[in-house]
């Protein structure tokens, strides 16, 4: 009977290697979505701050603008520059 408590170490450890391997693959999936996320965001606050540049265009900088451009990123840029052709913005 001494082996049986080592065969069940072995399942045990077994488990939990296969737990921390599921876990890992789920971090990294969501890591990977969440630097997107973050790009994104990066991507559209400096495209509007660069579209701000252009003279014929005057999107005005304040709280809702930041989170359309943040949030929505080059779409939301570019919601905001239709936005700002049409009179809306």
Do not use: C, D, W
């Amino acid at each position: 009977m001494e082996g049986l408590p080592f065969l069940i170490l072995i399942v045990i450890a077994t488990f939990i290697v296969a737990g921390g391997l599921a876990s890992l693959r789920i971090l990294m999936g969501l890591g990977k979505r969440i630097l997107t996320v973050a790009g994104n965001m990066v991507a559209g606050i400096i495209l509007l701050l660069a579209v701000n540049i252009l003279p014929f265009i005057n999107i005005p900088i304040n709280p809702l603008t930041v989170l359309v451009a943040g949030f929505g990123g080059i779409t939301g840029v570019g919601i905001l520059l239709i936005g700002s052709i049409i009179g809306l913005v």
